[in-house]
């Protein structure tokens, strides 16, 4: 039987990891050393709406399965909500309203006009048919769709969710609605509406975070040393980005294991491999790499690119990089996050390194309201300009308060929305005297 010892540590450990403690005690200490009004950590630590649907499918065997969704809606001050939708076993409903929380704090710190929402639902598309998972996710989309729109919150993908799913939800979407609506959801193949870079967004922002982080540090990209978690949509375009600029990846995994090479391993053959419908840690030409033994490789970058509570007290100390680039929402528990702040390991937070996504998929609403695309170059042009700008923000607030990235990250994010709660006349003086 379980101590009551036990029972207490097994309880902190458990709070440490729940992603909405996580980021609302990060929110409390950013607000206190801010010297804001308690008002605003009030109005801040939980999402405004959450919704909760049960959503059967017919099963290819003809049972009825019933799967558990959510869309988590944050704050709607700046702009309509804005955020992924995830497909995966361990979603829950702690987890979608952290994540809808981290979206506003990205928005907010590049200036873009939304709030956070975020989406998921408890399921393994892998143990499903197409015919299963195209039903499952037109149905949660008829469920959600008294909350969704252009001017209300606009979904995207996220974990395990490609542009093909983005696809079978606007058409849901549209029929129920009866005429063609681009701009409720972002992610969406560019045939009916997509931007041209979306897909490749995200890893191109963390690629670009990295390069000011690199120069920040007087670090020459050219012949550095990386290591991924995580090879999905991310993790590859990451990577893809990285080789480019010479940068010399010499381990990568995902869920099920991965490979390493310390020559440098050829990303573009094995992006290719990956393509033909393999899984990366088949790919013939490299040695076997555990999802352990990632985190201490000898890089001079780790970035990770799966899911939740990666970097951990347990993790964390086997990290060599000097550079940690948080591609994945929320990768990083309190206690790895202290580690690496011992370490001094300059980390590039999640609500900055991934906010290349967002910055696109705003483009992409932008565009579908225009009715007017712009080439991709175009669009790669403006998020540069953004991301280097959210980047610079960040970096001033680090230099003037002299604090750690993340803290100057919350600060940007918390103070733009702090000003908005104040224009719309919510609180009256945000800061204590
Ligand atoms: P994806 O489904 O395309 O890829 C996820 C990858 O993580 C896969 O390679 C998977 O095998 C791996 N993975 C999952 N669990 C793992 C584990 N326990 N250990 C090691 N690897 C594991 O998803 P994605 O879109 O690339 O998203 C990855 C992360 O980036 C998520 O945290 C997501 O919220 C974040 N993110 C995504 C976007 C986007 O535009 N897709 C934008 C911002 C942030």
Aim: charged share 25%.
């Amino acid at each position: 039987m379980q101590s009551r010892k036990d029972k207490a540590e097994a309880d902190i450990t458990t709070h440490l990891k729940n992603p909405y403690d996580i980021v609302q005690g990060l929110l409390k200490d950013s607000t206190t050393a801010l010297r804001l009004n308690e008002n605003v950590y009030h109005l801040l630590k939980q999402p405004m709406r959450v919704l909760e649907v049960s959503i059967p499918v017919r099963m290819d065997d003809g049972r009825i399965e019933n799967f558990t969704g959510y869309r988590s809606q944050h704050l709607d001050i700046l702009g309509p909500t804005k955020g992924g939708i995830r497909f995966h076993p361990d979603v829950n409903a702690d987890e979608v309203k952290a994540l809808s929380i981290w979206m506003s704090l990205k928005s907010a710190i590049l200036n873009l006009p939304f709030g956070g929402g975020k989406g998921g639902i408890i399921v393994d598309p892998d143990e499903l048919s197409e015919r299963e998972l195209e039903t499952l996710s037109r149905t949660y989309i008829e469920k959600i769709t008294p909350l969704i729109g252009p001017q209300k919150d606009i979904p995207a993908p996220d974990i395990n969710t490609s542009p093909k799913v983005m696809g079978w939800m606007i058409d849901e979407y549209d029929k129920l609605r009866g005429h063609n609506i681009p701009g409720m959801l972002t992610g969406k193949p560019v045939i009916i509406g997509g931007s041209a870079g979306r897909l490749a967004a995200t890893g191109r922002g963390v690629s670009i975070t990295i390069q000011e982080a690199a120069s920040v540090l007087g670090m020459e990209l050219n012949g550095a040393t990386a290591a991924l978690q995580g090879f999905g949509n991310v993790g590859s375009m990451t990577a893809e980005f990285l080789h480019h600029l010479g940068v010399k990846i010499t381990g990568i995994t995902n869920a099920h294991g991965g490979i390493y090479d310390e020559n440098g391993l050829d990303i573009p053959d094995i992006q290719q491999f990956v393509k033909k419908g393999n899984v990366v840690h088949t790919y013939p030409d490299a040695d076997p790499l555990t999802n352990e033994d990632v985190f201490g490789l000898p890089v001079d970058i780790f970035i990770p690119a799966a899911v939740e509570n990666q970097i951990t007290k347990n993790t964390a100390p086997a990290i060599q990089a000097k550079i940690v680039a948080e591609a994945a929402n929320g990768p990083t528990t309190p206690e790895g996050d202290k580690i690496m702040e011992e370490k001094d390991i300059f980390v590039i937070p999640d609500i900055l390194c991934n906010a290349g996504g967002v910055t696109v998929s705003y483009f992409e609403w932008v565009q579908n309201a225009m009715n007017y695309y712009w080439k991709e170059d175009e669009v790669n042009a403006k998020l540069t300009e953004k991301m280097k700008e959210g980047f610079q923000k960040v970096l001033d607030i680090r230099r003037e308060k002299q604090i750690r990235m993340r803290q100057a990250a919350y600060t940007a994010g918390i103070h733009q929305i702090t000003e908005a709660f104040h224009a719309r006349g919510w609180i009256e003086e945000p800061y204590d005297k």
